[in-house]
Nanobody, 123 residues
Framework: QVQLVESGGGLVQAGGSLRLSCAAS????????MAWYRQAPGKQRELVAD???????NYLDSVKGRFTISRDNAKNTAYLEMNSLKPEDTAVYYC?????????????????WGQGTQVTVSS
């Protein structure tokens, strides 16, 4: 199996910054895409940003210009740099990774989620 461990959440004032990290470990053969989602109370989970193994990125419109996703393929780690944070960015942020893992009979596709990390932005 593959495990995703997130870190870096916390409480910050509006206009502040946070950096989230997501480290993947386990029997990883390759990770195709890594992504950050968020879910605010009473709302559906939404995609914040994703990045391919080649570095192609995609962002939610409301975070463009403020958030930057990056990854270190050698470390199987993704990052989300969040600047100019707003109260509406408050949510639990989840890491997601999709790729191939090693198992008894060779390789198989995987899609795993992290446990989530709380980001709270005060006004």
């Amino acid at each position: 199996q593959v495990q995703l461990v997130e870190s870096g959440g916390g409480l910050v004032q509006a206009g502040g910054s946070l950096r989230l990290s997501c480290a993947a470990s386990g029997r990883i053969f390759m990770i195709n895409a890594m992504a950050w989602y968020r879910q605010a109370p009473g709302k559906q989970r939404e995609l914040v940003a994703d990045i391919t193994s080649g570095g192609i990125t995609n962002y939610l419109d409301s975070v463009k210009g403020r958030f930057t996703i990056s990854r270190d393929n050698a470390k199987n780690t993704a990052y989300l740099e969040m600047n100019s944070l707003k109260p509406e960015d408050t949510a639990v942020y989840y890491c997601n990774a999709a790729g191939e893992e090693l198992w008894l009979f060779g390789r198989r596709r995987f899609n795993y989620w992290g446990q989530g990390t709380q980001v709270t932005v005060s006004s």
